[in-house]
T-cell receptor, first 115, second 116 residues
Framework: AQTVTQSQPEMSVQEAETVTLSCTYDTSENNYYLFWYKQPPSRQMILVIRQEAYKQQNATENRFSVNFQKAAKSFSLKISDSQLGDTAMYFCAFPPGAGSYQLTFGKGTKLSVIP | DGGITQSPKYLFRKEGQNVTLSCEQNLNHDAMYWYRQDPGQGLRLIYY???????QKGDIAEGYSVSREKKESFPLTVTSAQKNPTAFYLC???????????????FGQGTRLTVV
């Protein structure tokens, strides 16, 4: 079974600064995706970024990028030039593996951007 | 626009009542899911369905029931057997339940259920 661990329950960052959210996971799969979802105060779950495990290049979406280390099973999210609208819960998620249909979420990191 | 619609946004239930949460998607996705979200516990899977007329229990199915009569619809009923139903409920869908076709899950805006 897959497990996903987010070790930072809460973090804060000054506006315009950079912050990194950590995520580790455990799986026996070899090819898979990894996801970061954002849940703002509206509670709509929004996909931030997706990484394919067989790609060595780290995924980037505008101010969001990941540091994916497959051997270490680490998948951190870096937010550059933080904006007030980045204030949200951030969830790392692992897709269903063989014989499973469950998207497995970490418990989340609450990020506050301070003006 | 394609997406997932949950209704209602807020729902109040009296003790001993059954209530049904609606989830509709027009993304032509095969797989649909119901998650429960409580403070500090992340998301927990209640039920999932890979195909019409078929569904499986997730980690916390007790006190809940679902149906999947149409590809677009996956309603969740919270029964009186669910002793602590106050929570935020999220519906999601994906192209495929697993395997190489799985790319991401799309979520509805959620329903906040409160027992009064």
């Amino acid at each position: 079974a897959q497990t996903v661990t987010q070790s930072q329950p809460e973090m804060s960052v000054q506006e315009a600064e950079t912050v990194t959210l950590s995520c580790t996971y455990d799986t026996s799969e070899n090819n898979y995706y990894l996801f970061w979802y954002k849940q703002p105060p509206s509670r709509q779950m929004i996909l931030v970024i997706r990484q394919e495990a067989y790609k060595q290049q780290n995924a980037t979406e505008n101010r969001f990028s990941v540091n994916f280390q497959k051997a270490a099973k680490s998948f951190s999210l870096k937010i550059s030039d933080s904006q007030l609208g980045d204030t949200a819960m951030y969830f790392c998620a692992f897709p269903p593996g063989a014989g499973s249909y469950q998207l497995t979420f970490g418990k989340g990191t609450k990020l506050s951007v301070i003006p | 626009d394609g997406g997932i619609t949950q209704s209602p946004k807020y729902l109040f239930r009296k003790e001993g009542q059954n209530v049904t949460l609606s989830c509709e998607q027009n993304l032509n996705h095969d797989a649909m899911y119901w998650y429960r979200q409580d403070p500090g516990q992340g998301l927990r899977l209640i039920y999932y369905s890979q195909i019409v007329n078929d569904f499986q229990k997730g980690d916390i199915a007790e006190g809940y029931s679902v149906s999947r009569e149409k590809k677009e619809s996956f309603p969740l009923t919270v029964t009186s057997a669910q002793k602590n139903p106050t929570a935020f409920y999220l519906c999601a869908s994906s192209i495929s339940g697993s395997g190489v076709r799985y790319t991401e899950a799309f979520f509805g805006q959620g329903t906040r259920l409160t027992v009064v």
